[in-house]
């Protein structure tokens, strides 16, 4: 009898917002989709897909990366790649086939069976991050403006935006404390018009009264708004701390 192995894994899930509703023939198809754009997006930042572990959850997908991957590589470029790809689609299809995806990235120590299935506490922590209020209220502001938000877990942050990776200005991130269940955590969200993603306008915000755009790192309720340069998320601004650490 093989015994399962246990190795630290980074971690990225995807699920589909509103996939419910749509019909059986409709969802295969935004399935279908998030899968190519996800593989073409993984294939554009370098990153083999045949490489990854791709796990179907029905409306979303657990992407496992290998071993040997930096962490910071499930960051920049994918999720601006992603976005890319999915605001593309959405560009040139039917409002019944458009996607709305809501991503978290984790990383811990897994179990990997010999049949080739995963699971262990990383897993339970990326699907409390995903169903989390702060990271629904980013994708309610709807198709036409930002179509991926992402929620990165407090170690994931730690170990690569506080190392100052290519791509991966802290002022794109915005803290927000997730509470779900028993989980309760800091966590960091990827959010519209950050330095690593879609971008609106840095010098005016035509929802404001004409007032400057403010980015940067905060601690914060979740005030989404849709506008016509994109999705803003309005904050109390505070102060963000960086620890660093070895680990990439």
């Not at 499930?74 to 999720?79: G, W």
């Not at 979740?222 to 990439?248: C, E, K, P, S, Y």
Request: aromatic letters at 6%.
């Amino acid at each position: 009898m093989v015994n399962p192995t246990y190795e630290y894994r980074a971690l990225l899930a995807c699920d589909i917002a509103g996939s419910a509703g749509r019909g059986e023939q409709r969802l295969q198809e935004i399935r279908r989709v998030l899968r190519s754009t996800l593989f073409d997006a993984l294939s554009i930042a370098d990153l083999d897909p045949r490489t990854f572990l791709y796990v179907d959850t029905g409306d979303g997908c657990h992407l496992v990366a290998p071993a040997a991957l930096p962490k910071a590589r499930l960051l920049f470029p994918l999720l601006p790649e992603l976005n890319s790809r999915i605001r593309r689609h959405n560009r040139n299809t039917h409002a019944d086939t458009r996607l709305r995806v809501r991503a978290a990235v984790h990383a811990g120590e897994i179990r990997l069976d010999p049949d080739g299935t995963v699971s262990g506490a990383p897993f339970e922590a990326l699907a409390r991050l995903l169903d989390s209020a702060p990271l629904r209220h980013a994708t309610r502001a709807g198709t036409g403006g930002t179509p991926v938000a992402a929620i990165l877990s407090h170690h994931f942050y730690e170990e690569t935006v506080g190392h100052g990776y290519e791509g991966l200005d802290a002022d794109a991130f915005t803290a927000a404390n997730v509470r779900v269940k028993e989980y309760a955590a800091k966590a960091w969200l990827w959010y519209p018009g950050s330095p690593v993603g879609p971008r609106v306008d840095p010098g005016r915000d035509t929802d404001s009264g004409g007032q400057p755009a403010q980015s940067g790192p905060g601690t914060v309720e979740q005030l989404v708004r849709a506008t016509g340069n994109g999705t803003v998320f309005a904050v109390h601004r505070g102060v963000q701390h960086i620890r660093h650490h070895d680990r990439g």
